[in-house]
C-alpha cells in the first residue's frame, strides 16, 4: 500500500528558505512511471500546485512558484524534497506531498497527511 | 491562466443527489479531477478523466463533463460524504495543474 509523510520544521523566519521531504513506501521513485509533486493549501482556501519530479529528475513547476522552487530526488532514501527560497506569510499553508499520475491530463491519486508550514518572525 | 469556478457550498439532504458543479472555458476538452477532503485531512482522488472511479469509492460517485461544465454527482448521499470537493484539470497553456477553489457539501 502507496504512504506519503511529510516532514520538515513547522516554523520558517520570513525570507528565508523553507524545506521539506516526502518519505514515499509502497512504491520505489526510482523505478516508477510515475511523477511525485508538491501542493499546498492556504488556510481556508483551494490546493495550489508547486511542481511534480519524475523519476529521471526532470522537474515541472507552477509557473508562478518556479522562481522560489526546488524539487529533487533522493532515490536511496525512497525520498523527494522542496526548498522554497525567500518565503513570506502568504507561503503559510498545509504543504501535501503526493504521486503525480504524469503524462497529458494528469491527476494526483495518492496524497500524504500534509503537514503546517507557517512563515512568522 | 486557466479558471476553474466552483460554488461556495451545495446543500443536500440524505438519500438525495449533490450536484457539485466545475466551470471553465471549453472544459469539455480537458480532463476533469475531482477530489474529496474531509476536516484536517488529505483530499482523497473520487472520479479522474471526468467519469473514472479510483478503486474503493463507491458507485454513487460520477462525473460528467461537456461544453464549459463539469459536474461532479454524489447519489444517495449519506452523512460521510460531507466534506470539500474540489476538481482539477492539466492547463496546456500554463503547463501548470489548476484546481478550483472547492465547494463545501452540507448533507442536511
Known amino acids: 500500500q502507496l504512504q506519503l509523510q511529510e516532514s520538515g520544521p513547522g516554523l520558517v523566519k520570513p525570507s528565508e528558505t523553507l524545506s521539506l521531504t516526502c518519505t514515499v513506501s509502497?512504491?520505489?521513485?526510482?523505478?516508477?512511471?510515475?511523477?511525485w509533486g508538491w501542493i499546498r493549501q492556504p488556510p481556508g482556501e483551494g490546493p495550489e500546485w508547486i511542481g511534480s519530479?519524475?523519476?529521471?529528475?526532470?522537474?515541472y513547476y507552477n509557473p508562478s512558484l518556479k522562481s522560489r522552487a526546488t524539487i529533487s530526488l533522493d532515490t536511496s532514501k525512497n525520498q523527494f524534497s522542496l526548498k522554497l527560497s525567500s518565503v513570506t506569510a502568504a507561503d503559510t499553508a498545509v504543504y501535501f506531498c503526493?504521486?503525480?499520475?504524469?503524462?497529458?491530463?494528469?491527476?494526483?491519486?495518492?496524497w500524504g497527511q500534509g503537514t503546517l508550514v507557517t512563515v512568522s518572525s | 491562466s486557466y479558471v476553474l469556478t466552483q460554488p461556495p457550498s451545495v446543500s443536500v439532504a440524505p438519500g438525495r443527489t449533490a450536484n457539485v458543479t466545475c466551470g471553465g472555458h471549453?472544459?469539455?476538452?480537458?480532463?476533469v479531477h475531482w477530489y474529496q477532503q474531509k476536516p484536517g485531512q488529505a483530499p482523497v482522488l473520487v472520479i479522474f478523466?471526468?467519469?473514472y472511479r479510483p478503486s474503493g469509492i463507491p458507485e454513487r460517485f460520477s462525473g460528467s463533463n461537456s461544453g464549459n461544465t463539469a459536474t461532479l454527482t454524489v447519489s444517495g448521499v449519506e452523512a460521510g460524504d460531507e466534506a470539500v470537493y474540489f476538481c482539477?484539470?492539466?492547463?496546456?497553456?500554463?503547463?501548470?495543474?489548476?484546481f478550483g477553489s472547492g465547494t463545501k457539501v452540507t448533507v442536511l
Open positions: 503526493a504521486r503525480d499520475r504524469g503524462g497529458s491530463y494528469s491527476y494526483f491519486d495518492s
Open positions: 482539477q484539470v492539466w492547463d496546456n497553456s500554463a503547463d501548470s495543474y489548476v
Open positions: 519530479v519524475h523519476e529521471s529528475g526532470r522537474t
Open positions: 509502497g512504491d520505489s521513485i526510482s523505478s516508477s512511471t510515475y511523477n
Open positions: 471549453n472544459i469539455a476538452n480537458k480532463r
Open positions: 478523466y471526468d467519469n
